[in-house]
């Protein structure tokens, strides 16, 4: 797998949540916005320059800013047809477009998917409703090592924290925006940016089930505002056992060939029926060549490639080393843990999956930042743009904009310890603090509270509040214990914070206390503190609410700092050096990811590794031939069964040249037809440097076969009902 | 604590084995030299230049390069007594240096010490005794938690790995080495090398209890033979407990204020009886003032302050980020493994502590090298420098040094996984390849063999094979594993070599059925294959010495592929830099520290931090008023219940500008009459960019004071008679 937004599945593990177990961290936030909008590309990643390095004399370009071929996650609404045909010979409409656009949903957590009947049925990933199967499963029933299939409609469960959005309109807002926040810096910038896209989200949002996002693109070159239509009641319908859709494990990830069986089908209920929705997607029974022209439609979760090299260098030498060594050290817990028992295996594997793959990605780009070549690249981009500004006079205005994003970085190292130090990845916390702020941020006017609390946000915060997922003791205590650790290593034993939250006691007696002490796994009792208000939640007793009380000054300082003197100023220059860059380059550009709805064009081929052939195809057949009966390399009994009903030259696995990074986990990849001809599930290891820029020659995406998910659907787990759904049979 | 051979605890967690459970990792090898000589500094540890950074312009001087105040680690024969006399108005004669010499000695496996009494009574620190006192414990009786002390001479206990060194003469060698390796490259240099060292230490090594090394300094600038008498019967004496030897614990690490009772005594034995030694240090009772003259006679490991800037940009980008990783994974590991019980808690404890404590060394030495200024004036330094020997024509035929050493580094990024994939961590794995390599290579002429095999070694080598230290199957396994998943990782899943070893087996479950099956914890068992040579080792049927046959030719030739690729042509270009440097800056300079004896000057004096002054001193009162009860700030009750006894003002803890490094652990602190009055035991956090450079301002080394000392041991601990033996009264 696993093109689960890399960097925000980071950001997310170490800060905001996408998934169940870390979702309220977020709203406990210190940090970037919460889970469903993940942070304006190069806003909040980024830091210290080395002058050394950023002063550097510049040589001859490989221009690693212009699009090259089948580069570009574009925005549905400004696709380049004229190029697709001038390559391909095939040249997209506008309902084609729109017809693919409502057909693809997004996964609020942060995957994509794809509506396949006229019944409501989504197609996404394995890792993508992983949570959801796991908060489903207890310790008698694993329907992640079992897999499930709901033999009829009624066998439908409820996933109990996955949202469905579907785009159904998109306005231009640029003027607006800017209008209102034109020669403001700092705070009064970041206010006045809080409160236009506080009123202009609740102004769309006329109802619970819509959803409204004020998407900045092209770093504020343009604000869009994308109105979805929001589903929270959501089924699982079929997921295979995890040792099938993640065959080869953490060893094999990012890598090719892969044989992976990565589906989930979901199925999206409105008004307690099956949604009969008017766009889905066609299958297509014969899949796709080698060469074939594919599109992947999905929700790429960000970019950075507009960075400056100042930025980058934050990126390479703090943002990425520091995320990394703390995933580390919980993979390293983690993987202990799961050996302490069955149980403790089964509550403690999706986390384990998420850091693992996490820590795959981010050491991916890592990699490519140390590259000397690429950041020689960057920097040569950026010296001829630095001085094509410098020479335009209407561009001077711009011309301070990298230094000073080299200053930012400077100060985004200090601050980034006590940052991370006030953000904490227990979900109970996470939840308590969320309740704390609820009671605090919601008697204020919409256009004044964080961004979480917004109006137009309350229905997503609200399911991850009141998500009934459950919460293993155990692992809550782990992950506190770790919290404080961490807030110490941070601080040091001398701080004022960490002298309060942990007095004399020892870091993990003291987690287990309050875990075993709170009475947050309750749902009700949530509920109870969130409509209870400021009262309530000032006469709690609850210790893990009594913690958050004690320390929501602090994180709330720093976090308000961390948007008033980082996010806000880099915002504002590294809009001034999108800026320039337009005024030179022209529009003819995508803008950066940003977890928004965008379409890639590419081919199905495979790519010389090492001076061999890698081909494009995997077949079933070689999925037998790598499997060893121990994991990470097990096959399903299910499959052992059906091998000799399977057609063993079934195309599994495929890759291609589509542009594509973390969240579009899931996305359908269709011919043009608008047929499904594979489900987006990877990359390639080349492909993870993609953050920072797109490398045309090995940079592959992956996907499952549409004519292996059928192939494994009916013949391994008899799944015909679901086949046939597919086939525009039933 | 902790100046334990910072980088080497960790090239040595990670290859070799400072320590007595990573021990034959090393003679595992595959790698690096054997712990006991470490490597040539700037040979092993250094990789790809970003081409951006190494071209840059550079700018105006901070002179990086340059001896500042206090500044050095200097040879005890070419000791600048001058600059000494020059700043504080004392000039150390021969005859003085010479007796502070014979006074210190070095533990083999990474620290140092010195002798303090006429019958042989060695001081360090706690932690470099830490193993022994470790290993003398078992599931019953803990020394590390309660602390020991041998109340007579008969109650003193053998440790089973620990080697002390006493330097007895010192013969520069350069002509013969140099003329031998005249002309030479790549794999002819390094035979030749090998070759010339081993006939030469075997030359001096008259006898086991003689010890001889070929030190390089100055990057081949000079070869000196250094010989040791060593001893191997040393006994422990006395230890406080690990509360108060590292009160504070990992958050205090490399911190300041200290409170630590960082001591243990040990004593030499020569043919069963208390060692006489003609020169032992005498005790200062008053202890040092502040501002008052200090030396230290220590053991520094190593430094890298003549790297060149496309070296020091392969430690910051790959080096210290991918040991950082991995330790940081097995910190995660090891915390949680010791949640699990206290015999599991007791027998890992000392990974722990090694671990943490190399994380947070290295991850001091990268912070220093991602500190822009400071890599700014490297660079500048460096441009400087090149400059210079372009312009001299005598120095033309160096010119290319700097661009050979950036190439290097791109070749060593590449390699390095493969190195580390075939070095493991597993205690009972290391004895495995030693046996095994033992028996190829000890038939060989002493010059063809492998380093650690050649005669002057082989004590050393012997040591470790034969250790009476036990090994816990728990942590073996989990070692193991940890080892048989690292290699996946690094190579993956098709790589041969991973095959071969995994088959199709889960990691963990073969690496639990080698440590149930092999019968290596025996030592009668590793005498009997060493005594059988290569056919016993041949007809052995135990599985791990199977496995390190499997595996030996993969592991010799990437070991010989990095010797010969990496090691040799660095430390040639390595070599030329220096020499051009030489011929420029003159010989005013001292040699990066090689884990050979260096004397340091300086004073008492504390450092402004965020605008505060910290005082020079701490004292008992300080430690009971940060006491909390609770680990790690929980004092042992042998002081809780000497509180009214103690005089609470007396000095504790001492910061000083002595210039000293990883390996200085245990290093004497004497005064200019060349009496103990500290006991270094670590460095502030600002010293650990040492490793790359000094910086004057802020750099301070940590000791305990004599006077604490002595009063801790007499009030606290009843241990009367070691007092007196200090104070020369018995």
């Known amino acids: 797998m696993s093109k689960i937004l890399s960097h925000r599945t980071v950001r997310v593990l170490a800060i905001a949540g996408a998934t169940a177990s870390f979702a309220l961290a977020a709203c406990g936030g210190d940090e970037t916005p919460p889970p469903a909008m993940p942070a304006p590309a190069g806003s909040t990643t980024v830091v210290p320059a080395a002058p050394v390095a950023s002063a550097a004399p510049v040589a001859p370009p490989p221009a690693a800013d212009q699009p090259l071929t089948d580069e570009g996650m574009w925005l549905t609404n400004d696709f380049p047809a004229d190029k697709v045909a001038k390559q391909y010979g095939f040249t997209p409409t506008q309902e084609w477009l729109d017809h693919v656009r409502l057909s693809s949903v997004r996964l609020a957590g942060g995957c994509s998917g794809s509506l396949v009947s006229a019944n409501g049925l989504v197609m996404t990933n394995h890792h993508c409703a992983h949570s959801c199967i796991e908060q489903l499963s207890n310790a008698k029933k694993d329907f992640v090592k079992e897999g499930f299939f709901a033999k009829t409609g009624n066998d439908e469960v409820k996933c109990p924290e996955i949202e469905v959005n579907q785009l159904t309109g998109i306005d231009d807002v640029s003027a607006r925006v800017q209008d209102a926040t034109k020669g403001l810096a700092d705070k009064a910038l970041n206010d006045a940016q809080r409160a236009v896209t506080a009123t202009i989200e609740k102004e769309c949002a006329t109802g619970d089930n819509v959803r409204c996002d004020v998407v900045n693109l092209y770093h504020g070159g343009r604000y869009h505002l994308y109105k979805y239509r929001r589903y929270q009641d959501v089924r699982l319908v079929f997921a295979p056992e995890i040792d099938i859709a993640f065959f080869g494990g953490d060893p094999d990830n990012f890598n090719f060939p892969r044989f992976d069986l990565d589906v989930s089908f979901l199925r999206v209920y409105d008004g307690g029926k099956p949604l009969a929705p008017k766009d889905y997607l066609k299958w297509s029974e014969a899949g796709a060549k080698d060469g074939e022209l594919t599109f992947v439609s999905g929700h790429p979760g960000r970019t ?139 008697p204020k006017p919409n256009d004044k509270r964080l961004d979480e609390f917004g109006d137009a946000r309350i229905p997503g915060t609200k399911q991850r509040l009141f998500s009934a997922a459950p919460v293993s003791a155990e692992l809550e205590t782990l992950k506190l214990s770790r919290d404080f650790v961490r807030m110490r290593q941070l601080l040091g034993a001398d701080d004022p914070v960490v002298k309060k939250v942990l007095g004399k006691d020892d870091a993990y007696e003291l987690a287990a206390k309050l875990v075993k002490g709170t009475k947050l796994a309750d749902v009700k009792v949530r509920k109870a503190l969130f409509d209870g208000g400021a009262a309530a939640v000032s006469a709690s007793t609850d210790p893990l609410i009594q913690l958050a009380k004690l320390v929501d000054a602090d994180a709330r300082a720093v976090r308000t700092q961390w948007e008033e003197h980082i996010v806000s100023p880099e915002k504002k220059f590294g809009e001034e050096v999108a800026r320039a860059k337009f005024a030179i380059y022209g529009t003819h550009v995508y803008p950066d990811a940003t977890f928004s709805l965008r379409l890639s064009y590419g081919h199905v081929a495979g790519w010389m590794e090492n001076g061999k052939q890698v081909p494009a195809f995997t077949t079933f057949g070689g999925a037998f031939d790598r499997a060893t009966g121990k994991p990470p390399f097990e096959l399903p009994k299910s499959w052992i069964a059906a091998k000799s009903k399977l057609d063993l030259s079934t195309p599994f696995d495929m890759a291609t040249t589509n542009d594509i990074i973390g969240g579009n986990s899931g996305s359908p990849m269709v011919n043009k037809n608008a047929e499904v001809v594979g489900l987006i599930f990877d990359g390639n290891i080349h492909s993870l440097g993609g953050e920072y820029g797109f490398e045309p020659k090995n940079n592959r995406a992956v996907a499952v076969t549409s004519v292996a998910l059928t192939e494994a659907l009916g013949k391994v787990y008899g799944a015909t009902r679901v086949v046939d759904e597919l086939k525009g049979k039933k």
């Open 304 to 442: 950075s490639r507009q960075l400056t090299v100042a930025q980058l260098e934050f990126e390479r030498d703090y943002a990425l080393p520091r995320r990394l060594f703390d995933l580390d050290s919980y993979e390293g817990t983690i993987t202990q843990f799961m050996k302490e028992g069955p149980e403790k295996r089964r509550v403690a594997e999706p986390e384990l999956f998420y850091v693992q793959n996490s820590i795959k990605a981010l050491e991916g780009e890592r990699e490519a930042l140390v590259d000397a070549e690429f950041l020689h690249a960057k920097a040569h981009a950026e010296h001829e743009l630095r001085e094509k500004a410098e020479s335009t006079p209407e561009l001077a205005q711009y011309k301070d904009a990298w230094k000073e994003l080299a200053r930012i970085q400077g100060e985004k190292a200090a601050l980034q310890p006590r940052f991370d130090a006030l953000s904490w990845h227990s979900s109970l916390f996470g939840i308590a603090r969320g309740l704390v702020r609820a009671a605090d941020e919601l």
